[in-house]
């Protein structure tokens, strides 16, 4: 068996093995570690996973690459982020450890808006300028797939000059992007009280426009919130984007449950985000439907709240939970998804197993790149981590530093 390049002498190979789909339930503890593993790729993508002693043997690699005892890990996949923006809230951020709510923040004219004022007026060189060394301190941190919304433009042109920024941005990054078009992000302040003509715009002009792209996002998403859209009006975009070709996600129950997870499930939406105040009967729902749950962990940590997704109820209903972190200038700027592991398994009550399948194979499944990217089985793609440790426990356990001593995409180091 020939190969490009062979990696060996892991302490542990982290395949998180799911040919079948995503993990639920108790099969998100199940990695399927390899120790003493290697990892054989050929034409950038894994040609097989096994001990180091039997690749060694079978396989005639071009490169071989002493992993040194470190544990090889696919690369993260981050399915939830804010990305492309222009300036900060920082001002907003002390105003909130003095006491202002995020939604006292937003009816006074700050929040989305305030984002939104700053990213209308860049330039598209302005925004990839800002956005790029976010992107590059993703793929330090060990992410090798990311989801990008729109959402802070609001208008056609806007929304669709963020398209292009995430474009360009695709040209120069050797991971994957993967675009959605959040324009139902919140309700400009031109159309404060006249949210069904807000409604009527995303509807009959901006998805017809994002649509008719010549590589237009895979997803559409809405923000179904008390102070966004109602689940009426959510229904409604999801339904329109749906009959254009979009998959769908939806913002839901951030803050108050308005039923945005039961209609994800009816609509057949390939994730329901944040969750946090999900009710138990929407959550035995979601547990049992094809649409992955997406916790943000980092978000109500950024906004020094206590409740989080009930991630242990999904699971032990057999539902498959996924983790991303939301990094967004408002609630959490956030690129490191080894922190939201970190915190999944605290405040979320994962274990490090299951915070590694909800940061990879459900995390790819999550953005509709489940047979391609998640985990290291042969004929996916070769996004691979080496993690300065010597073994995955100490992902979630350890915070604050990076364990990343080296990534891969596509079998090349980057």
Not at 71 to 95: C, M, N, Q, S
Not at 171 to 181: C, H, I, K, N, Y
Not at 393 to 401: A, I, L, P, S
């Amino acid at each position: 068996m020939r190969a490009d390049l062979l990696l060996y002498n892991a302490a542990q190979v982290v395949t998180v093995a799911a040919p079948d789909g995503p993990k639920r339930g108790a099969a998100m503890r199940d990695l399927g570690l390899i120790p003493d593993g290697a990892v054989a790729i050929s034409d950038g993508r894994v040609l097989a996973v096994g001990p180091s002693a039997g690749l060694r043997r079978q396989v005639r690699a071009t490169h071989t690459l002493d992993a040194g005892g470190r544990v090889i890990l696919p690369g993260f996949v981050d399915p939830h982020t804010h990305l492309v923006w222009a300036g900060d809230r920082a001002d907003e951020f002390e105003r909130r450890v003095g006491g202002a709510t995020y939604m006292e923040i937003m009816a006074a004219g700050g929040g989305i808006m305030s984002t939104v004022r700053r990213t209308r007026a860049a330039t598209v060189e302005e925004l990839l300028a800002q956005t790029r060394p976010r992107l590059e301190r993703l793929l330090a941190h060990g992410t090798t797939t990311v989801e990008i919304k729109t959402g802070y433009g609001l208008d056609t042109q806007n929304e669709l000059k963020q398209l292009e920024v995430i474009r360009r941005l695709q040209a120069g990054f050797p991971g994957t992007l993967v675009p959605t078009f959040l324009g139902a992000h919140a309700i400009p302040a031109e159309y404060q009280g006249r949210a069904e003509e807000y409604v009527d715009l995303v509807v009959e002009e901006m998805l017809p426009a994002v649509a008719a792209l010549e590589a237009p996002p895979r997803f559409c998403d809405v923000f179904c919130e008390e102070g966004a859209f109602s689940l009426e009006q959510s229904r409604r975009i999801l339904e329109a984007a749906r009959a254009l070709g979009f998959h769908l996600k939806i913002h839901a129950d951030e803050f108050r449950p308005l039923g945005g997870t039961r209609l994800a499930v009816e609509l057949g939406a390939t994730s329901a985000d944040h969750l946090v105040c999900t009710p138990p009967d929407e959550i035995e729902l979601l547990a049992r439907s094809d649409t992955i749950a997406v916790a943000l962990p980092g978000t109500p940590f950024g906004l020094g709240q206590h409740n989080y997704s009930p991630a242990r109820a999904l699971i032990e209903a057999g539902g498959a939970v996924a983790l991303a972190t939301d990094c967004n200038p408002g609630t959490c700027w956030c690129e490191s998804l080894q922190l939201i592991i970190a915190l999944a398994c605290r405040y979320l009550r994962l274990t490090p197993a299951e915070a590694i399948s909800a940061a990879t194979i459900n995390a790819a499944h999550a953005v509709g790149l489940g047979a391609e990217v998640g985990s290291l089985e042969p004929g996916k793609r070769a996004d691979l981590l080496l993690l300065d440790v010597p073994s995955y426990q100490q992902v979630g356990y350890r915070f604050g530093t990076n364990l990343v001593a080296g990534v891969l995409v596509g079998g090349r180091p980057i």
